[in-house]
């Protein structure tokens, strides 16, 4: 997966969920965004393995809701 369609569904999920999704550390091999309160660390490549994104999305569960990606 690409990284800015990950960054893209997160962001767009956040906004419809009236949550705020803003990156607070920009440095080193990954960036790091908070999702209402919550951290979430995202390699910076421009390619994502499809088991890492997967875990990335299935981590935003609690905010976002059971299966929240495959909609």
């Known amino acids: 997966m690409k990284r800015r ?3 893209k569904k997160i ?3 956040a906004k419809a969920g ?3 999704f803003a ?3 920009n440095k080193g091999d ?3 965004f908070t999702l ?3 951290r979430v660390i995202v390699p910076r490549h421009t390619e994502i393995n499809e088991v890492t994104a997967r875990e990335i999305l ?3 569960e609690d905010k976002l809701g ?3 990606w495959k909609k």
């Open 5 to 7: 369609d990950l960054l």
């Open 11 to 13: 962001s767009d999920a």
């Open 18 to 20: 009236d949550l705020i």
């Open 23 to 25: 990156s607070i550390r």
């Open 30 to 32: 990954h960036e790091v």
């Open 36 to 38: 209402d309160g919550q």
């Open 58 to 60: 299935k981590s935003l």
């Open 66 to 68: 059971k299966d929240w």
